[in-house]
């Protein structure tokens, strides 16, 4: 029986970074939000540090020739746009003095990728989170909360895409499932430290 290699790369992605992951979902700024106790200062700063992270991955990596050999629309996954509106909804401007170099310059398109893993898994559970923030703060999905709601009702489906096409960088050439991996790891670290930086 044959072996679903892109499944494997799936779950090793899942595997290697889960304490990652919630390492980053620990940070007083995410932990806030995700319990609805954020201020309109702390989300403004979280705001602030995710539009330095996703800043310098698409100046870095947004135009790769890769996304297109592989069938993949990035474009509509990007998310500065929505940090920034949310940012004016609130009544902040992107603060660029809050600069993050990410270290993609001649990386591997399987590092890239496992950085896109981590952005896109950070999303996820948007939803909820404007919910939780929305009696505090006054926001809502396309009032101040659009970063975290993300797809809206296209989440489900925009993930499976997004799996899909993880899977089938992981099975494209030798090393790539394991820049993948190294790259998401990397990627949750760095974002740990950064969110956690006063």
């Known amino acids: 029986m044959p072996v679903d290699m892109g499944s494997v790369v799936l779950e090793r992605l899942r595997r290697q970074?889960?304490?990652?992951?919630k390492k980053v979902e620990g940070t007083p700024l995410y932990r806030a939000m995700s319990e609805g106790k954020s201020t309109q200062e702390s989300y403004a700063l979280l705001l602030q540090k995710m539009w330095a992270f996703h800043h310098s991955f698409e100046v870095q990596a947004g135009g790769r020739r890769e996304w297109n050999d592989?069938?993949?629309e990035l474009e509509g996954r990007l998310k500065l746009g929505a940090i920034e509106r949310d940012l004016a909804f609130i009544g902040c401007s992107v603060d660029r003095s809050?600069?993050?170099d990410l270290p993609l310059e001649g990386?591997?398109?399987g590092k890239v990728c496992g950085y896109l893993?981590?952005?896109e898994v950070m999303t996820l559970g948007g939803?909820?989170?404007v919910k939780m923030m929305a009696r505090k703060l006054g926001i809502g999905p396309v009032a101040g909360g659009e970063y975290l709601y993300s797809y809206g009702d296209r989440v489900s489906r925009m993930w499976r895409d997004c799996q899909d096409f993880f899977e089938r960088v992981g099975e494209s050439r030798g090393s790539a499932g394991t820049d993948m991996a190294e790259g998401?790891?990397?990627a949750f670290g760095l974002l740990d430290c950064w969110l956690r930086k006063q």
């Not at 970074?17 to 992951?21: G, L, W």
Request: charge should be negative; glycine fraction near 4%; proline fraction near 0%.
């Open 127 to 129: 939803q909820m989170m």
């Open 107 to 109: 990386a591997s398109f």
């Open 117 to 119: 893993y981590a952005m």
């Open 17 to 21: 970074t889960r304490d990652m992951q």
């Open 184 to 186: 998401a790891i990397e």
């Open 70 to 72: 592989f069938g993949f």
């Open 98 to 100: 809050l600069s993050l």
